[in-house]
């Protein structure tokens, strides 16, 4: 179980107060927080975050190289499976849609690099 966090703070449920989540959603965030987060950027644990951002919007293998910064970022969190990762630059920056598989079920994120 963990704390619901939304747009970099705590989640509030509807009387005001955090609420905790778990399995699947649980999962989800943990992967969009090493999604978001540069490796090497949370002094506390060097290893947390991926390289999303050496992405090149120019690059003519944008995709491949997405699933594979994707899947490095991820392999940490041994529960999940990327499916699929599809890559595209609306309006000047690159915008993943991502497909993972925990627990039986999928779960889709958009991440914006």
Do not use: W
């Given at each position: 179980?963990?704390?619901a966090v939304k747009a970099g703070d705590l989640a509030e449920n509807e ?83 991502i497909t993972i598989s925990a627990y039986g079920e999928e779960a889709s ?5």
């Amino acid at each position: 179980m963990d704390t619901a966090v939304k747009a970099g703070d705590l989640a509030e449920n509807e009387s005001g107060k955090p609420y905790l989540i778990s399995s699947l959603e649980e999962t989800v965030q943990r992967c969009m927080i090493r999604l978001c987060i540069r490796q090497g950027s949370f002094c506390y644990n060097p290893y947390l975050g991926g390289n999303l951002h050496m992405l090149d919007k120019n690059d003519e293998n944008l995709s491949g190289n997405a699933i594979l910064l994707v899947r490095e970022a991820l392999l940490p969190i041994k529960q999940v499976t990327v499916k699929k990762v599809n890559a595209d630059v609306q309006n000047g920056r690159i915008v993943l849609d991502i497909t993972i598989s925990a627990y039986g079920e999928e779960a889709s994120m958009e991440v914006t690099v």
